[in-house]
């Protein structure tokens, strides 16, 4: 039942339009955890002999087990047909796109789909032929409990004349003990020649996040992209400004304003003890190949040494405030 592509009708609720649409089932088969903080993957591939477009991704499965989940397109995973642990592992062998995710904390959505002139190609003639799902379950499971949580993947055979992408921006460092609030900025410069219009943003952080927000500096004009406070939604939201670009010499900043009450500093890294900071945006541009590799983008900054006051002659009021 894993790999049957279902022929299902989806109308304007779903955000696409009125199209028609296959879609594949992802689940974790019946997995069970003796530990806390445990991540699993499991993946299987398309069989998707002609090239398709995935254009959206849904939750499956019990939200008061999972603490996130994460939906990936790979050339090929580790494993096909059974789970596997896979923390601090990468879910594809060689090269995999994470496209959605659903996490815990905050009000989030549990679908998300591009915009309809928007798609990634997979199939047997791109670089993209196998699905995989990665889980974290922050808490074992009690004896007897199992869980086959998962995530469905909506593909078009409609040609898209836009490619999606994705620039994921990260913080570095830690958070000193007892500081009420810390900023942890990042920089990064667009140096490519691609012009990047941005779909939609998405903030993430952990239990010590407050504020996360997101500016494209030009010439010294900062333009805010989007803030959300993480508590309320790590879901992807519409940028301020619609058919905001990123162009060569742009600069994206990111703010993350985070707390640390406890008298030992909180490191930024993946496990739930610790903390993160990062602002996810997708966008869509004009591919050179209709069928070229998912753009993604990873920065970072390391939040002991970055200075912007330093980078920019200007700055907005509120990166000079101690607090937003």
Known sequence: MYTLLLLVTCYLSCGYGETQMTYLDVRMPDVTTDVDDTYMCFGLPLNVKTTSYVVGMALLGNKSRIH????????????????????????????????????????????????????????????????????????????????????????????HPYQAGLLMMASVGYIPPYTEAFHADIGCVWSEEDTLEIISFKVHTHEHGHLVVGWRVRNNTWLEIGRMDPRINQSYLKPGSQGMEIRKGDTVVVRCVLENDSNKRINFDHSDQDEMCNLFLLFKYMPKHPLEPFKAINCGSNAQTIDLSKEFDTLPVFLNKTFP
């Open 68 to 159: 996130h989940i994460g939906g990936v397109i790979c050339d090929d995973t580790p494993i096909v047909g059974r789970a596997w642990e896979c923390k601090g592992k990468p879910a594809c062998k060689k090269g995999g796109v994470a496209l959605w995710g659903w996490t815990k904390r905050g009000d989030n959505a549990d679908k998300w789909f591009l915009p309809d002139d928007v798609g990634v190609p997979v199939g047997e003639e791109t670089a993209y032929r196998y699905v995989a799902i990665g889980i974290h379950y922050a808490n074992k499971m009690k004896d007897g409990e199992t869980d086959d949580s998962g995530i469905r993947v909506y593909f078009s055979n409609k040609k």
